[in-house]
Nanobody, 116 residues
Framework: QVQLVESGGGLVQAGGSLRLSCAAS?????MGWFRQAPGKEREFVAT????????GYADSVKGRFTISRDNAKNTVYLQMNSLKLEDTSVYYC????????????WGQGTQVTVSS
């Protein structure tokens, strides 16, 4: 089974930047990032198709976040710029390994905290 290992979370001031990484141990069709803030449901952030590179974003992060992939390292990144207080969440990497677009593997989550 494909394992996902995330890294890169931390504490940053509003307006700052962070880059999250997610390394996959095997082949995936689609990879994405989701986030969940305390008391809220998990929400979609961004997605990338591994073979085509097609990307998609939630409206709340469009223009600020960029998802990308490194085929050689089997790793997906989430570059987060112009961070806002409301971006504070646990960020989860997800992958679809059986059906493209249907996420069936999840990372352990990494905390991102944006301070004022």
């Amino acid at each position: 089974q494909v394992q996902l290992v995330e890294s890169g979370g931390g504490l940053v001031q509003a307006g700052g930047s962070l880059r999250l990484s997610c390394a996959a141990s095997g082949r995936t069709y689609t990879m994405g990032w989701f986030r969940q803030a305390p008391g809220k449901e998990r929400e979609f952030v961004a997605t990338i198709n591994w073979s085509t590179g097609f990307t998609g974003y939630a409206d709340s992060v469009k223009g600020r976040f960029t998802i990308s992939r490194d085929n050689a390292k089997n790793t997906v990144y989430l570059q987060m710029n112009s961070l806002k207080l409301e971006d504070t969440s646990v960020y989860y990497c997800a992958a679809s390994t059986v059906v493209p677009g249907a996420y069936d593997r999840w990372g352990q989550g990494t905390q991102v905290t944006v301070s004022s």
